[in-house]
């Protein structure tokens, strides 16, 4: 779990650098015709698509871990 939240953090950290590089006259053309909000629920919906995949996922090898110690006990 602690690579996941690192490798979180790693991304969240180049998409934030990013961002600041490329400046506002993006956001503020997005922003004047009303399709930043779309960007952003896109990005919000991918995000939370990874999060949640990685919690099933997370949950699932927890149980497999369990069965395999629960046959070598």
């Not at 053309?29 to 779309?38: A, E, H, N, Q, T």
Request: cysteine-free; proline content about 0%.
């Amino acid at each position: 779990m602690k690579k996941y939240i690192f490798a979180l953090t790693t991304l969240q950290l180049l998409f934030t650098i990013s961002a600041a590089a490329q400046g506002t006259g993006g956001s503020d053309f997005l922003r004047s015709i009303g399709k930043i909000y779309v960007v952003v629920a896109v990005i919000v919906a991918v995000f939370l698509g990874i999060v949640v995949f990685l919690i099933y996922l997370d949950r699932r090898l927890t149980k497999l871990e369990d069965q395999i110690k629960d046959q070598n006990e």
